[in-house]
């Protein structure tokens, strides 16, 4: 590994597998892999990268010169064309209910993130009031030091009188 990788930390793969230019939380590092987050809710879904096909439904050829149709053929085409007429009545339904449904989804989709966003909130909520109270008991350690101390002082202080008491004691006895 060259220097400048080690100085960068590149090649370096953290314990979790994830990217390896992430911090600690309490450093402002994050775990947010852009394309994670970004990447389509399905495989085949339409998206600025996957535009799809821009295939089209024909039934018929389209006919570029004139020409003349016999009976048989306009039969033929006029009950195609009824039957044409009632299946893209069928599909309109069918799409709208598709349409519905991706609306739905969606729906819950957000509701769901928002949630997410929530529950992301709070945590940051109570981790700030956890930060704050560590700082304060850090601010809290110097007294409890000098109730201590005291505490160490005034027990010498006693031990010391006992001490001096106990040899007045034997002296008299």
Not at 92 to 115: C, F, G, I, M, P
Not at 148 to 165: C, M, P, S, T, Y
């Amino acid at each position: 590994m060259g220097i400048l990788a080690r100085i960068t930390n590149a090649g370096k793969s953290s314990k979790n597998g994830s990217n390896s230019n992430e911090a600690s939380l309490s450093t402002g590092g994050h775990g947010i892999d852009k394309n994670r987050v970004l990447s389509p809710t399905d495989p085949s879904v339409i998206n600025p990268v996957n535009v799809g096909t821009w295939e089209t439904v024909r039934t018929a050829p389209v006919n570029h010169t004139p020409r003349y149709f016999n009976k048989a053929e306009a039969d033929a085409l006029k009950a195609c064309a009824t039957q044409k007429r009632e299946e893209a009545r069928q599909a309109l339904r069918a799409y709208k209910s598709l349409k519905k449904l991706e609306e739905s989804d969606a729906q819950v989709h957000t509701a769901h993130r928002s949630y997410i966003k929530g529950v992301a909130n709070n945590e940051l909520t109570k981790k700030r009031a956890d930060a704050s109270t560590a700082r304060h008991l850090h601010t809290l350690r110097p007294e409890y030091a000098k109730l201590g101390f005291g505490l160490d002082r005034a027990e010498n202080k006693a031990q010391q009188r006992v001490d001096e008491l106990k040899a007045k004691i034997k002296d008299k006895y």
